[in-house]
């Protein structure tokens, strides 16, 4: 393929980098590193495609996309942004853009992503509704995280099915709360209902409604959830945990867009976008009966996996900065963390997620006697808790005892100890749960408490080989 591109890029190694992999594509690049200069080129000739940084030396090229958009209505616009927030995300997708890559980025899926642009010169994303920009309450600069943002983009001008799957504290609702506040549903009313928390002889009446005298104590008819969430988004958090028979009326609900109140007779059109999200690994529990197959496919149209805290340990510094300031307007002392306190509560283990460092920057704003909490007052508030926890054993047993032995045998580089260590122990103790289990990765994950995802992506980043541990028939 061939075409003549406008990569509008300040840095020079960004720069030429993409301009190298482009010309092998055969493409004809002209390069700037300014607004300014952009408009020049765009008012001299035409271009296939536009590359653009957001952040440029004279101005934001997004809040200038005006200008290109009159000076070639037609052309696609790439974004390229090291401002790795969802509010780029959006504001991106706002702008009507082709795609948008946050910093670093893969090169081959960004050349992926020029050629498929190329060859439709149409953009495929239409605009979205205004966002609440830094209000929204996802925070994370991680490649995690900005997978998740792009996920949430992709599905606010539908109304399709969403399934977040993630540990419990990871925020699974807030990504449910983004997608409706985002999207075309955003005027609409919010329901969210954790299904686990309702008695399961309850779970019918509280999603569906029922009539007076349906069953002992119904002494008026009530309005279930489904007609609450009418013209908006219903949020089924822990759909694991839903009974059978309320999964058999959820499944025929999603198909028919309709629902009967428990003890009705009269069915209820409904027009209600279903989020739904889970902690627990949904494949075993239909393979036990547990959990209904069909109706896993009606929710996973579109999965979303939220990563561990574990998963996306350099967005603590700035999660924590962000707890730090909602403290402040719930009316705590206004406190710092100095990057000894930030280290050490990235050696944390996080076995609860935001929840838990949400918990941990407010008690730490509470109790703390200082301005500026360092690691030694960290640890004053905090106690001595290890960086990695030992459950089922006293003093420092389990994996804590073991870091003890290897660090008297090792002498590991200042600043090294945390990648070192696991590094040292990571990949024996996945070898050996994929020794326990014969190779079966599923079983493996859920015998290490982690998700099945996770530990595929581990195997192949440790270079691990599964195959070998599998047992012949």
């Avoid at 309850?202 to 069953?215: C, N, Q, R, Y």
């Avoid at 009606?298 to 700035?318: A, G, M, Q």
């Avoid at 076995?351 to 949400?358: A, H, K, Q, S």
Wanted: proline fraction near 4%; charged fraction near 25%; aromatic fraction near 4%.
């Amino acid at each position: 393929m061939s075409g003549t591109l406008l990569l509008v890029e300040d840095d020079s190694a960004i720069a030429t980098v993409i301009t190298t992999a482009l010309e092998d594509e055969g493409f004809e690049i002209h390069r700037c590193s300014a607004i300014r200069e952009r408009d020049q080129l765009l008012g001299g000739r035409s271009f296939d495609l536009m590359l653009t940084d957001v952040m440029l030396t004279d101005g934001d090229g997004l809040e200038s996309l005006a200008a290109v958009r009159e000076a070639a209505p037609d052309m696609p616009v790439i974004v390229l942004s090291a401002q790795n927030t969802l509010d780029t995300a959006i504001r991106a997708s706002d702008s009507d853009v082709f795609e948008y890559f946050p910093k670093p980025f893969d090169l081959d899926e960004l050349v992926r992503a020029v050629l498929q642009a190329v060859g439709a010169r149409t953009s495929t994303v239409a605009a979205l509704p205004e966002s609440e920009g830094d209000g929204m309450p996802l925070v994370g600069r991680s490649p995690a995280m900005q997978g998740v943002y792009r996920m949430i983009t992709r599905v606010l001008r539908n109304d399709l099915t969403v399934l977040v799957t993630g540990e419990s504290g990871t925020g699974k609702e807030l990504v449910a709360e983004a997608i409706h506040q985002l999207g075309s549903r955003r005027t609409g009313p919010f329901v969210a209902v954790n299904t686990a928390a309702i008695p399961q002889d309850l779970v019918e009446s509280e999603l569906f409604g029922h009539e007076k005298g349906a069953f002992t104590g119904a002494v008026a008819q009530a309005i279930g959830k489904f007609e609450q969430a009418n013209g908006g988004t219903l949020f089924l958090d822990e759909i694991g945990d839903m009974p059978a028979e309320a999964q058999t009326r959820l499944l025929r609900a999603l198909q028919s867009g309709r629902i009967r109140r428990v003890g009705g007779r009269q069915e209820i059109a409904v027009d209600v976008r279903i989020i739904a999200a889970t902690n627990r690994d949904l494949a075993p529990m239909i393979t036990a009966g547990k959990f209904r197959e069909d109706l896993f496919y009606r929710l996973n149209v579109v999965p979303i996996e939220l990563p561990s805290l574990r998963e996306r340990r350099e967005d603590i510094e700035v999660l924590s900065q962000h707890f730090l300031s909602q403290a402040v307007e719930d009316g705590l002392p206004r406190r710092q963390l100095t990057p000894s306190a930030i280290e050490r509560l990235e050696e944390r283990n996080w076995r609860g997620n935001v929840r838990e460092l949400r918990n941990v920057i407010y008690r730490l704003a509470l109790m703390s006697r200082e301005d500026a909490i360092d690691a030694s007052s960290l640890n004053d508030i905090l106690g001595d808790e290890a960086p990695f926890h030992s459950e089922g054993t006293e003093g420092r047993g389990g994996i804590a005892a073991a870091l003890d032995i290897w660090l008297a045998k090792e002498e590991p580089a200042p600043g090294t100890v945390y990648s070192s260590a696991i590094a040292a122990f990571e990949k024996p103790l996945i070898e050996h749960a994929l020794g326990e289990t014969g190779g079966n990765q599923l079983r493996a994950a859920k015998l290490l408490g982690i998700n099945r995802n996770t530990l595929r992506k581990r195997i192949s980043e440790l270079e691990i080989e599964p195959d070998r541990f599998a047992r012949p028939l």
